[in-house]
């Protein structure tokens, strides 16, 4: 069966630092996201992404975050000067229609 | 504001009893609806799809009341393996967000 993949699984990075989580969504979907969950909390939209443009954006994605989707197959999330606040699961997910499918997720720790 | 809101957990029933899970959504603008169940530190993935007639799939009943704008979900003859969070999921068609509810943690006993 098709999956989204996301990696690395876990990333640990300097407060200040930039990160980048890179994400394969399934080959033919059209429609792609981010997600975050900080730990024991729900899972947050932070955006999503279609026709090569950001669609929608929450309040949470502001401009320390940006998205890309550089070559037709893999799909970046880029954090520019992380926070601590920024330590939680990430996870990406793409759709063709109907329902979207999730990657296992980045676990991104900001020490 | 588009908002999903569940019943808070969690919910400790014993194996082979009936659980219910209600949700509700705000803004009534056309929506589609699901179900995810999300293990510990795992990824959420599809339970089902709600559908507006409901819709049944084994041991699991989606119903949807777009009049009271609230969906449920029941799970029959529970097994332990259902212990798990069970998030309600609206899509907005106008728009392109998919909105979580906070989720509803299950625990089945022996």
């Known amino acids: 069966e098709p999956e989204v993949t996301q990696t690395p699984s876990h990333q640990v990075t300097q407060m200040g630092q930039e990160v980048i989580l890179r994400c394969v969504p399934i080959?033919?979907?059209?429609?792609f996201y981010w997600y975050r969950q900080i730990l024991g909390q729900k899972v947050e939209f932070l955006v999503s992404f279609y026709n090569n443009e950001i669609s929608e954006k929450s309040e949470i994605f502001d401009d320390q975050f940006s998205v890309e989707r550089p070559d037709g197959s893999n799909f970046t999330l880029k954090i520019r000067s992380t926070k601590l606040e920024d330590s939680a699961m990430y996870f990406c997910a793409s759709r063709l229609q109907g329902h979207a499918f999730f990657g296992q997720g980045t676990r991104l720790t900001v020490v | 504001r588009k908002e999903v809101e569940q019943d808070p957990g969690p919910f400790n029933v014993p194996e082979g009893a009936t659980v219910a899970f209600n949700c509700t959504y705000s803004?009534?603008?056309?929506?589609?609806f699901f179900w995810y169940r999300q293990d510990c530190r795992k990824e959420p993935k599809l339970l089902m799809s709600v559908y507006s007639s409901g819709n049944e799939d084994g041991r699991f009943t989606a119903q949807l009341n777009r009049a009271s704008q609230y969906i449920s979900l029941l799970i029959r003859d529970s097994k332990l393996s259902d212990s798990a969070t069970y998030l309600c999921v609206v899509k907005w068609n106008r728009d392109d967000k998919i909105i979580f509810g906070k989720g509803t943690r299950l625990h089945i006993l022996p």
């Open positions: 803004n009534s603008a056309s929506q589609s």
């Open positions: 080959s033919n979907h059209l429609y």
